[in-house]
């Protein structure tokens, strides 16, 4: 990773590994959990998960105020293990799943962009992992 600040979030899903990297990667359930608050959505989402495939997630303002395409092509992929993928502006991000019993630690690695604060980034980033986190232990 390059000259940018990194910043590390996690969260323990009381839910074993195999469902955590479905609910993940399968759009139909990234469309359910990718958003940092309630004023946010999800709309639609693809999924092409494979070293060089891309992927993007619309993430919209539920009033229709405002959205933008969130997307990157994956540099690795290790089937419940590890993903890593570049973003449209080149920062890296790197994904670690750990299987702990019937649980599953994620961590997410990422290079802060110069826009934001690296704490506002860190706790947009981190809600969207708490939401997912709610989304898989409730199914």
Do not use: C
Not at 14 to 32: C, D, F, L
Not at 52 to 78: H, L, N, Q, T
């Amino acid at each position: 990773m390059r000259n940018h600040s990194i910043i590390t979030i996690e969260a323990t899903v009381h839910a074993p590994i195999e469902k955590v990297w479905e609910y993940w990667t399968v759009p139909a359930h990234i469309t359910k959990w990718n958003n940092a608050s309630d004023e946010w959505h999800t709309p639609n989402a693809e999924n092409d998960l494979r070293a060089g495939g891309k992927f993007v997630s619309r993430m919209e303002a539920k009033d229709g105020s405002f959205g933008f395409d969130f997307g990157g092509i994956y540099d690795e992929v290790r089937n419940h293990e590890f993903i890593s993928y570049k973003l449209e502006d080149g920062r890296k991000v790197q994904i670690t799943f750990i299987a702990e019993e019937n649980d599953t630690k994620v961590v997410e690695v990422f290079e802060a962009e110069a826009a934001n604060p690296i704490e506002m980034q860190q706790e947009g980033w981190q809600a969207i992992l708490d939401n997912f986190k709610r989304h898989a232990e409730q199914q």
